[in-house]
């Protein structure tokens, strides 16, 4: 699946999941135009107060500084909003500011203008999603930048379910690389996969041997399980909870293999990543870090502040 496709369909999925549990609606309804009769009348706030036509401008403001990302998933949340009320194009977003960039604490990031009502029900829907996205994308720009250019910063497979295509757009956006999205997309041998054929060498024979035409990495927990897997074949191996000195010692090892050989073999350090060991990392000269910290990375707050009536 094109990664465009994957990335609409991602937004579709996490707007429609949000907007049906704060609406209590049916998700099925909210892709329909018009498919929920009243739904602005399950605000059941907004509905008592404020009038059908009454309009609202504001600016949704950030509380804090950090790297902006989700302004797709803010225009959907709106727009599929107004699509299923009934009301195409009741609400109007515009962006002050580009996807990706770095903000301070008050930078207004996009103008919301349209029928109050509309914008109400969906505030909490685009601003959880906008704080979400870019609590990632400022933790993955914050890793990269401590890492260097010398040292790539990858996501992992530790994501929240459902939003693991939205999870790594945030990464991508910050700066960061992602690893695999899922299973399909290249192997990564662990240990437990090891115990089936008894050794690293077999393990990537079979896996060769099956026409296999991804991308391979091994998982290796030692210096000698790292050549093993250099020599076998692997195009990258992964170096896990290794200290300094032992990661040190597999990267110039793997690169020797490499050297000998002529085929090119990257090494990834996982397992017992943190922020502050990064420049330590980057001196061994290890390729690659993978941490889960990005994708779980704490939201970055904003708020939708309206202009003076």
């Given at each position: 699946?094109?990664?465009?496709?994957?990335?609409?369909?991602?937004?579709?999925?996490?707007?429609?999941?949000?907007?049906?549990?704060?609406?209590?609606?049916?998700?099925s309804a909210l892709r329909v135009p018009g498919g929920v009769p009243d739904l602005l009348g399950r605000d059941v706030t907004s509905a008592a107060i404020v009038p059908h036509d009454a309009r609202f401008t504001g600016h949704i403001v950030a509380r804090e500084e950090g790297v902006v990302c989700g302004l797709p998933v803010v225009r959907r949340a709106w727009s599929m909003l107004s699509s299923a009320a009934g009301l195409a194009g009741a609400v109007e977003i515009e962006a002050l500011v580009d996807e990706g960039a770095s903000v301070t604490q008050g930078a207004r990031i996009a103008e919301v203008t349209g029928n109050a009502r509309v914008v109400l029900a969906g505030e909490r829907s685009a601003l959880n999603a906008l704080m979400m996205l870019s609590g990632i994308a400022t933790e993955a720009h914050r890793w990269q930048i401590e890492a260097g250019k010398d040292l790539i910063v990858v996501d992992t497979r530790k994501t929240a379910p459902g939003l693991r295509v939205m999870s790594k757009y945030a990464v991508a956006i910050g700066g960061a690389s992602n690893h695999r999205y899922g299973l399909y997309d290249m192997a990564l041998v662990k240990d437990n996969h090891l115990t089936f054929l008894g050794s690293i060498t077999k393990t990537v024979v079979a896996l060769r041997s099956a026409a296999f035409d991804l991308k391979l990495e091994v998982e290796a927990d030692t210096v000698e399980q790292a050549v093993e897997a250099a020599l076998s074949g692997a195009d990258m191996v992964l170096l896990d909870n290794m200290d300094d000195e032992t990661l040190a010692a597999a990267v110039a090892a793997v690169r020797e293999v490499s050297r000998k050989t002529g085929l090119p073999v990257l090494t990834e350090a996982s397992g017992s990543i943190t922020f502050d060991r990064l420049a330590r990392l980057r001196a061994t000269g290890v390729d690659r870090v993978s941490s889960s910290a990005l994708t779980l990375a704490a939201p970055i707050d904003f708020g939708l502040d309206e202009l003076a009536r």
């Open positions: 699946m094109r990664m465009e496709s994957m990335l609409a369909e991602a937004i579709d999925a996490l707007v429609v999941a949000s907007l049906s549990e704060d609406l209590g609606v049916a998700s």
